[in-house]
């Protein structure tokens, strides 16, 4: 029985191989004898690094390269490949089937990202498989964070704001039981007149020019001269005007020149409530307002049963 060992080269290529042994006798006085030896080679396939961060892209876009290290004994070709995740981010380069050859190897490694992806950390696998079977495949984790395009980030907040307030139209739309058209009206009334004059003295020598229409004025602010011809003649005016006062709708009636009474009281400024008497001068005026009733004022004293 002879004992053999033998010795393989780092370099060697991994697989089956088929050594021959030749026995030969130091005076030759035997033939040599041959002798097949079949050895299978281990074969090695390594990736470094096993986990490489390719850092912050925007979608759309392709990620800076990153190096992997191949380590191998075999030769052939491999497919790199992501795993997990990852239909809307693929391999840019390389593109082709990587080759390999029993040595050191450098892999260039670009990641495309889909203009679709949004925000957020992703995790992934990236896979070497060689078309050697006696080879098993390797693996690196990869990391990556998506950032959204600024364009897409104004649309979405825009989508969200006009979502907002949608959901906001449909309450206020619930509560006032109006139509959005009834609203958009309303708002622009805010700021109008409302309500009406009814000239009482000195009439008017048409019927017509009785009573005028303040709402139909669309105004927010009116001269009383411009409105009734007897006022312009005198040396007295004032104005009417729209003021809103803690969330409510009102109407003021300010001095401009001379003496100005309401209820026959002198005022400078005073808010008009329906059928209030305004006198300028020798012009007597009622102003009529349904929906603005003069609140009722608490009795002076109580009387006891």
């Not at 191989?17 to 299978?40: C, E, G, H, Y």
Request: hydrophobic letters at 40%.
């Amino acid at each position: 029985m002879i004992p053999v060992r033998l010795q393989i080269p780092a370099e060697a290529k991994g697989g089956a191989n088929n050594l021959r042994l030749v026995l030969t006798s130091a005076d030759q006085a035997i033939a040599p004898i041959k002798i097949d030896l079949p050895v299978t080679i281990k074969s090695q396939l390594q990736i470094e690094p096993t986990k490489i961060d390719f850092g912050s892209i925007e979608a759309g876009k392709t990620t800076q390269t990153q190096i992997f290290i191949v380590r191998t004994n075999i030769s052939g070709t491999a497919s790199l490949q992501l795993q997990g995740n990852s239909r809307e981010i693929s391999v840019a380069e390389p593109s082709a089937a990587i080759s390999l050859q029993p040595k050191e190897t450098s892999i260039p490694v670009q990641l495309q990202v889909a203009d679709s992806n949004f925000e957020g950390d992703r995790t992934f696998t990236l896979v070497l498989t060689p078309d050697n079977s006696i080879a098993s495949p390797v693996s690196a984790k990869v990391h990556l964070h998506i950032l959204m395009p600024l364009g897409r980030k104004i649309v979405i907040w825009l989508l969200l704001g006009l979502l907002v307030l949608l959901i906001a139209l449909i309450v206020i739309c619930l509560i006032q039981r109006k139509t959005p058209l009834e609203l958009v009206e309303d708002f622009r009334n805010r700021n109008r007149l409302e309500g009406a004059l009814v000239v009482l003295e000195p009439l008017p020598q048409s019927s017509q020019d009785e009573e005028i229409s303040l709402t139909h004025l669309q105004k927010g602010r009116v001269c009383l001269s411009d409105l009734i011809p007897a006022i312009a003649v005198t040396n007295s005016d004032a104005e009417l005007v729209t003021v809103w006062r803690a969330g409510k709708k009102n109407i003021d009636l300010r001095c401009l020149k001379g003496v100005i009474f309401v209820n026959t009281k002198k005022i400078n400024t005073d808010e008009l409530y329906d059928e209030d008497i305004i006198e300028i001068d020798n012009v007597k005026l009622q102003f009529n307002w349904i929906e603005h009733q003069r609140p009722s004022e608490p009795s002076s004293g109580q009387t006891n049963f």
